[in-house]
């Protein structure tokens, strides 16, 4: 991708995408994510043994996350949550295993657990989750999984 210099003032309404190419894979088990770094990039998941994700505390920035697994998780699981205890979840996943499934977010969902079988987490899956407003994120996910299709969304922060 090519670096482009501006001279004078810029103006974004969603951040700027920092890094090589927009472009983040994450081997470690944690990732703190953070507007900075990671607003407007693709985050590629690529541990087998999962990765737990933290969002940041949200505004209502209208930062945009998008993960995508790129490696199956096989054990533990690949999980995306809020930051506290008064930022919740709402959208929708679709599920697909043997069957489809379409789900919603829970009263009070405040996070995202892929089992990388029946709640996704196969290769191809991602969650896009956008600071939607102070306290609030919307989520929009569609996951690969295997078996009957349960839902992803909990509230357990």
């Known amino acids: 991708m090519a670096i482009t210099t501006f001279s004078g003032p810029v103006r974004s309404l969603a951040g700027f995408i920092t890094g090589t190419d927009g472009v983040s894979t994450v081997t470690a088990a944690t990732l703190a994510v953070t507007a900075a770094d990671y607003n407007g990039q693709t985050i590629n998941l690529s541990r087998a043994a999962g990765v737990t994700v933290t969002l940041p505390a949200a505004t209502g920035s209208k930062a945009v996350y998008t993960f995508v697994i790129t490696t199956a998780v096989t054990s533990n699981n690949y999980i995306i949550q809020v930051a506290n205890s008064t930022d919740t979840m709402n959208g929708l996943a679709s599920v697909g295993g043997t069957t489809g499934a379409v789900f919603s977010t829970l009263p009070a969902s405040d996070t995202i657990t892929m089992n990388g079988t029946t709640t ?38």
């Open 120 to 157: 996704g987490g196969l290769v191809g899956s991602y969650v896009q989750v956008t600071d939607l407003a102070a306290g609030e994120y919307l989520v929009s996910a569609a996951l690969v999984g295997s078996g009957t299709p349960a839902t992803p969304f909990s509230a357990a922060v």
